[in-house]
């Protein structure tokens, strides 16, 4: 049985069709089970050489990704953009070029200019994926909260899922929107009016102006972080009236109707955009976020992993699997 | 187009009476029930396993482990497949250290499943045996693999292979030899 292609690169969920996203979340469910076992590595990617360029910081994705390439085998480096030869002006296309004549397999991208990915993956041979391009998409985090809702709920299909906080310049929060939409969910967005973007209801999705109508019509609230230098620049007046006017607070969650699923993609700002007793409460699947996003990182690089077709008409004349 | 070429080399009876004999003969080759591992290759050589399990529990009144295992992951030519497999299920029951695991497969062909399913089992664990249980073996080895248990010895010639069903996937129990170029 084979599955349907995936493209070379992985750039956003809005380039991939509802069965391609399907595929990658049925994909990573066996891969799940691989981090538990007592030697957490197969073989599939033995061979492959895999850069991890990040031009900016980060700590859970960087680590989500190089877990996934070390337990399925493939070689890591790393690249960070301080103390490479980007500090010393090489253009991002050099850089690629320059790895790529190392003979390397694929590139892992975080870029703080939004299409920095798509716009690598159109230069290199090397498969692309997107860890997070300014502020465009960060589909792998799309997806690891895609298979936590399904997880949690058994289906994407129907879900209400809502966005809350800072949607205008989060990357997690349009790549979310795009996977959601594609399989069915339902999706709002609640924030102050400076940091939705204008126009979201086109999309199909619902503008709550109050954290608590989000909180009654949601089965699923995806908390974002609040980027502090937001208030500096003007978006909000003070991170404790943010808090006070949308924070997800223990109280405004036991009005609700119905347990709510928690989620948010951290790092966390306990007290700012979450309290910590909703953090740490029996409905929040915060954790769950990050043991799935090895899984469907590991299913993104396995799917990716450039198969060569020519050999595979060699090898059907000389017997091949049973 | 050739009209599809489906020979029946093994019917619902004979199928159940060949699983018996395999119960039968995993029992002895284990020495009883102790020890054994029961793990069946994904996806058909699964339903097998627990076939064979459920014929051995009949029998001695105990429950026999048995577990799941997906090789593609450590397939020899993971490199060459165009569109990637979808992956199956694996489950390993509890610790392999000290057992004897009987693989369960539905056809044994080349042996490159075989010689994948052994290199899985080792990062599980360190067995004190594992054999090999196939309903088929069709010949035509490209690796040194024998199995220890034989349901049905099938010649196969160039241009055919060998389908099996089974109930729960395919709604009957049947081994067929077919030409190549029929549907599937």
């Known amino acids: 049985m084979t599955a349907p292609p995936l493209g070379k690169d992985l750039v956003g969920l809005e380039d991939l069709s509802a069965d391609q996203i399907r595929l990658i979340l049925d994909t990573a469910e066996p891969f799940k089970e691989v981090s538990e076992r007592p030697i957490k590595k197969v073989p599939a990617l033995r061979g492959k050489t895999i850069v991890n360029l990040f031009f900016e910081a980060s700590t859970r994705t960087r680590i989500s990704f190089e877990f996934a390439e070390k337990r399925l085998s493939a070689d890591t480096v790393n690249v960070a953009a301080s103390g490479s030869s980007v500090q010393k002006g090489e253009t991002l296309v050099d850089t690629a070029r320059n790895l790529e004549a190392m003979r390397i397999d694929m590139v892992v991208i975080r870029h703080p200019s939004s299409g920095a990915a798509e716009f690598l993956g159109n230069r290199i041979r090397s498969n692309v994926i997107n860890a997070g391009d300014g502020k465009h998409e960060h589909p792998t985090q799309g997806l690891l909260d895609l298979l936590t809702i399904r997880d949690k709920h058994g289906r994407i299909e129907g879900i209400k899922v809502c966005l809350v906080g800072d949607v205008l310049h989060s990357r997690v929060a349009r790549s979310n929107i795009w996977g959601l939409l594609k399989l069915g969910a339902e999706v709002g967005v609640c924030g102050p009016d400076t940091l939705l973007p204008r126009g979201i209801e086109e999309l199909g999705v619902c503008r709550f102006r109050r954290i608590e109508e989000a909180i009654e019509w949601a089965d699923v609230l995806n908390v974002l972080r609040l980027q502090l230098e937001r208030m500096e620049m003007g978006f909000i007046p003070s991170v404790r009236e943010y808090y006070r006017v949308f924070g997800v607070t223990a109280e405004r969650l036991e009005k609700a109707a119905r347990p709510m699923t928690i989620m948010h993609p951290g790092p966390m700002n306990r007290g700012v955009e979450i309290d910590s007793r909703v953090a740490d409460g029996p409905h929040s699947v915060i954790l769950d976020q990050v043991t799935n996003g090895v899984a469907v990182r590991m299913a993104v690089l396995y799917l990716l992993a450039g198969g060569r077709p020519e050999l595979a008409d060699a090898a059907k004349g000389a017997g091949g699997p049973e | ?184």
């Open chain 2, 1 to 184: 187009m050739s009209r599809p070429d489906r020979t029946i080399i093994l019917d619902a009876r004979a199928l159940s009476r060949a699983l018996q004999r395999m119960a039968v003969e995993v029992l002895e080759l284990a020495h009883g029930t102790d020890d054994l591992v029961l793990i069946g290759i994904q996806r058909r050589g699964v339903e097998l396993a627990e076939r064979i399990a459920r014929l051995i529990e009949q029998d001695e009144g105990v429950v026999v482990p048995r577990g799941a295992l997906d090789i593609t992951l450590y397939r020899d030519d993971l490199e060459t497949v165009g569109p990637k497999p979808v992956i199956g299920e694996t489950r390993i029951p509890g610790a392999l250290a000290g057992k004897h695991v009987v693989i369960v497969d539905d056809v044994l062909y080349t042996g490159r499943t075989v010689r994948a399913a052994l290199d899985e089992l080792a990062d599980f664990g360190r067995p004190k045996r594992i054999s090999l249980c196939v309903l088929v073996d069709r010949g035509g080895r490209e690796l040194p693999i024998q199995p220890d248990i034989v349901g049905k010895q099938v010649k196969v010639n160039n241009g055919e292979r060998v389908d099996v069903l089974v109930e729960e996937l395919d709604g009957r129990d049947e081994v067929d030899l077919v030409r190549q170029g029929a549907p599937t």
